[in-house]
């Protein structure tokens, strides 16, 4: 547990809570004795998260973003809220909205429909499959605003795939800003890739994350005239 650390709580209801994610921080702990995550800053505040769901390392995760990902993230504090937001997330029935600053002029609206697969973990690599091997995945998208070297996008996940967003984009010649893992590096643009997860719904849960002071920063600096 980690009282002094920041926590941001966007919303709570009957065993669970949506924080905003801070980019550069992780999910959960991956050691025993790490600090420095979300749930470490959660179980400071609800010691009653302890065992819920997976349990250990991850009690109450639902699901994750990647650690320079901002944005909503849900946890479940007691284990019957974890049993039905995890089905939830299971049957796709929780919608998730990112925001998205990518390089170029993509359609004004469109989907991506891939199938992608893990090429290499630790670090986390993911590819396109070739043939019928793979994961299904799919995304729908508009443009919410057009720059001159840029656009900024708002995404929902139809299903949920280890850096699905990042590496679609990336796939069909738009990078996200700042991507420097799948090609989306913009030297002055942002120290992380440009994603945020703006919005999470299903049935009670409505929660909303404004965005972060670097993608603002991003964006307003995208808008100047080159």
Known sequence: PDPDAALRVLAEGPGWLAVDKPAGCAVHPLEPEETGTVLNALVARHPEIQGVGEGGLRSGVLHRLDVETSGALLFATQEDAWLQLREAFAAHAIRKTYRALVAGAPASEGRLDLRL??????????????????????????????????????????????????????????????????????????????????????????????????????IEAERKPA
Do not use: N
């Open 117 to 218: 697969v893990v090429a290499q973990h630790r670090p986390a690599f993911v590819k396109v499959a070739t043939g019928h091997g793979g994961r299904p995945t799919s995304l729908h998208y508009r443009v919410v605003e057009r720059f001159a070297r840029s656009s900024l996008l708002d995404v929902t996940l139809e299903t949920g795939f280890l850096h699905q967003i990042r590496v679609g984009f990336a796939h069909v010649g738009h990078p996200v800003l700042g991507d420097r893992l799948y090609g989306g590096e913009v030297a002055g643009v942002a120290p992380r890739h440009l994603l945020h997860c703006a919005r999470l719904e299903y049935d009670v849960v409505k929660a909303e994350s404004p965005d972060p002071h670097d993608l603002a920063a991003a």
